[in-house]
């Protein structure tokens, strides 16, 4: 019986090739696995239908599309949103949530096909390649990992030459030259014009973040234990919910990125992202957290914020810390219930409200006016003890004395 191998097919250009060259330089059998996790093919023009045939023009003996955008939404994105997860303060893991959700699928086709193998499109370069093997040894260290992208040497050109000569039908072109992934999340652009760091991205390269809206609005996102369940009053599962906001956050054109980070590989790289949804989001469910945490839980989440977008941007979705760190984070959230209210405007998105039933802002407390419920004469013994430490130290040890004279 020919091996088989099971490769994560996103439709795109490197994984076309690598399903025919898989065939041509090791003599498999390549079953072609897509996972829709909420990225737009239709915006190209295309279906899953289209995807699929693709795949098969390239020689792959099977095809299927998996539906995982509500997994992607409930099981990814909403425990990203409990974490308030940027990596290095500004990008929401948009490729990184999810590529653990094609490895489970990818690995569970593997078993159900009996392959040995899985493959990946990834270069050597990137991050993807990292999340694709790490979290598949973690799921299943027997499965072997295929890179082809690592092997055959060819550059994007002569990926598409590649396509042309096996009659792969494909939507990119030598002078459209971007690398597009794209997610319920967001999505991340790269190469082209835009791998120098001083050219601006072509306005051609935006779709979920065309300015069309020209009034200012505000919407009112619901919370319940840190996951958002309405929109402007009206019920939502999470999928459904992050799409609207997309959609309408998007038209207002706020949630585009640019940036330079850095890779896992050791590497600096410039990236374009769009995230309409996932920044509003995070921002107004930080800004619920404000309103609702105790001081110190608050204090140790932000703490504990970037170890876990660091987690996950380096592939560590399956690993001991990261699961310790969910159980945190999910603890955290049993109060953070209540709804906050964006404005929207040409390119920007803030908070103008905040409310919960279970708010720790106390009125009686914060108020300078006359239904001020704080005792005042408790605050000189308080700050009187607070400073103690300090106080001795600099009358003994700088020798500070009544005149403010002494120290070193």
Same mark, same amino acid.
């Given at each position: 019986?020919?091996?088989?191998?099971?490769?994560?097919?996103?439709?795109?250009?490197?994984?076309?090739?690598?399903?025919?060259?898989?065939?041509?330089n090791?003599?498999?059998?390549?079953? %072609?696995?897509?996972? =829709?996790?909420?990225?737009?093919? $239709?915006?190209?023009?295309?279906?899953?239908?289209?995807?699929?045939?693709?795949?098969?023009?390239?020689?792959?003996?099977?095809?299927?599309?998996i539906?995982?955008?509500?997994?992607?939404?409930?099981?990814?994105?909403?425990?990203?949103?409990?974490?308030?997860? #940027?990596y290095?303060g #500004?990008?929401?893991l948009?490729?990184?949530?999810?590529r653990?959700?094609?490895?489970?699928?990818?690995?569970?086709?593997? !078993?159900?096909?009996?392959a040995?193998?899985?493959?990946?499109?990834?270069?050597?370069?990137?991050? =993807?390649?990292?999340?694709?093997?790490?979290?598949?040894? %973690?799921?299943?260290?027997?499965l072997?990992?295929? %890179?082809p992208? !690592?092997?055959?040497?060819?550059?994007?050109? =002569?990926?598409?030459?590649y396509?042309?000569?096996?009659?792969?039908?494909?939507?990119v072109?030598?002078?459209?030259?971007?690398?597009?992934?794209?997610?319920?999340?967001?999505?991340?652009?790269?190469?082209?014009?835009?791998?120098?760091?001083?050219? !601006?991205?072509p306005?051609?390269?935006?779709?979920?973040?065309?300015?069309?809206?020209?009034?200012?609005?505000?919407?009112?996102i619901?919370?319940?234990?840190?996951?958002?369940?309405?929109?402007?009053?009206?019920?939502?599962?999470?999928?459904?919910?992050?799409?609207?906001?997309?959609?309408?956050?998007?038209?207002?054109?706020f949630?585009?990125?640019?940036?330079?980070?850095?890779?896992?590989? &050791?590497?600096k790289?410039?990236?374009?992202?769009e995230?309409?949804?996932? *920044?509003?989001?995070?921002?107004?469910?930080?800004?619920?957290?404000? *309103?609702?945490?105790e001081?110190?839980?608050?204090? $140790?989440?932000?703490? *504990?914020?970037p170890?876990?977008?660091?987690?996950?941007?380096? &592939?560590l979705w399956?690993?001991?810390? #990261?699961?310790?760190?969910?159980?945190?984070?999910? $603890?955290?959230?049993k109060?953070?219930?209540?709804?906050?209210?964006?404005?929207l405007?040409? &390119? +920007?998105?803030?908070?103008?409200?905040?409310?919960?039933?279970?708010?720790?802002? =106390?009125? &009686?407390?914060?108020?300078?006016?006359?239904?001020?419920?704080?005792?005042?004469?408790?605050?000189?013994?308080?700050?009187?003890?607070?400073? *103690?430490?300090?106080?001795t130290?600099?009358?003994?040890?700088?020798?500070?004395?009544?005149?403010?004279?002494?120290? +070193?």
């Open positions: 019986m020919t091996e088989r191998v099971v490769l994560a097919y996103s439709g795109g250009l490197d994984t076309s090739v690598a399903v025919r060259w898989l065939i041509e090791r003599g498999v059998e390549v079953i %072609a696995v897509a996972v =829709d996790v909420g990225q737009a093919a $239709e915006s190209e023009g295309e279906d899953w239908d289209a995807i699929r045939a693709r795949a098969l023009a390239a020689g792959a003996v099977e095809a299927t599309v539906d995982a955008r509500v997994e992607m939404a409930e099981d990814f994105c909403v425990p990203a949103l409990r974490a308030n997860a #940027k290095e #500004k990008y929401p948009v490729s990184a949530l999810s653990p959700v094609i490895v489970k699928h990818l690995v569970a086709e593997a !078993r159900r096909h009996g040995a193998s899985v493959a990946h499109g990834c270069t050597g370069k990137g991050n =993807d390649q990292v999340r694709f093997e790490v979290g598949t040894r %973690a799921l299943a260290p027997d072997q990992v295929l %890179a992208a !690592r092997e055959w040497g060819l550059t994007r050109k =002569d990926c598409i030459e396509a042309a000569k096996w009659d792969i039908p494909l939507t072109t030598k002078e459209k030259l971007y690398s597009i992934d794209e997610n319920l999340w967001g999505k991340a652009i790269e190469c082209g014009v835009i791998e120098d760091p001083w050219n !601006r991205p306005e051609d390269v935006y779709t979920m973040t065309v300015p069309t809206a020209t009034e200012p609005t505000e919407i009112t619901g919370f319940e234990s840190g996951v958002p369940v309405s929109l402007d009053g009206v019920a939502h599962s999470p999928e459904p919910l992050i799409a609207e906001v997309n959609r309408v956050v998007g038209s207002y054109g949630g585009r990125l640019d940036m330079v980070e850095n890779r896992r590989v &050791g590497i790289s410039r990236e374009t992202y995230c309409p949804g996932a *920044l509003a989001l995070l921002l107004a469910h930080a800004d619920l957290e404000d *309103l609702t945490l001081r110190d839980l608050h204090h $140790e989440k932000l703490r *504990l914020e170890r876990w977008s660091e987690l996950v941007y380096d &592939g399956f690993s001991p810390l #990261k699961q310790a760190l969910d159980a945190f984070f999910l $603890e955290s959230q109060h953070v219930t209540g709804e906050v209210r964006l404005r405007d040409q &390119g +920007r998105c803030w908070v103008v409200g905040r409310r919960s039933p279970v708010s720790l802002y =106390d009125h &009686g407390l914060a108020t300078y006016d006359a239904s001020d419920t704080f005792r005042h004469q408790d605050a000189e013994g308080f700050v009187r003890l607070w400073g *103690l430490g300090v106080a130290w600099s009358a003994v040890q700088e020798g500070r004395g009544a005149d403010g004279a002494g120290g +070193r």
